[in-house]
């Protein structure tokens, strides 16, 4: 199985940027869609960004399009996500996982696994 850990977390004023990474163990990584998530405070976990195997294929929500990148370096077991022009409503935990479904279009949070404990991001004002 593999496990995730997630970083890069932190503080950061509106319009500026951060870049997480989820290291990844585990031998089918390189085979394995991705896929970024986040959980704000009172709401329910929402999908944010998924890749490809071979991070030819990328896919994102609305609201993080032009924004946000999702890419992976399977020669380090690692996905990245480069958040820029952050806005306050950005603020939530960021969690990976793997996902189950052959497809980066299959965004439902029942078609990843391994959850990562995930990584605290804050947009302040």
């Known amino acids: 199985q593999v496990q995730l850990v997630e970083s890069g977390g932190g503080l950061v004023q509106a319009g500026g940027s951060l870049r997480l990474s989820c290291a990844a163990s585990?031998?089918?990584?390189?085979?394995?869609?991705m896929g970024w998530f986040r959980q704000a405070p009172g709401k329910e976990r929402e999908f944010v960004a998924t890749?490809?195997?071979?991070?030819?294929?990328?896919y994102y929500q609305n609201s993080v399009k032009g924004r946000f990148t999702i890419s992976r370096d399977n020669a380090k077991n690692t996905v990245y996500l480069q958040m820029n022009s952050l806005k306050l409503e950005d603020t939530a935990v960021y969690y990976c996982?793997?996902?189950?479904?052959?497809?980066?279009?299959?965004?439902?949070?029942?078609?990843?696994?391994?959850w990562g404990r995930g990584t605290q991001v804050t947009v302040s004002s």
């Open positions: 996982a793997v996902g189950f479904r052959p497809s980066v279009t299959a965004t439902r949070e029942t078609d990843f696994g391994s």
């Open positions: 890749i490809s195997g071979n991070g030819v294929i990328t």
């Open positions: 585990g031998r089918t990584f390189g085979s394995s869609i």
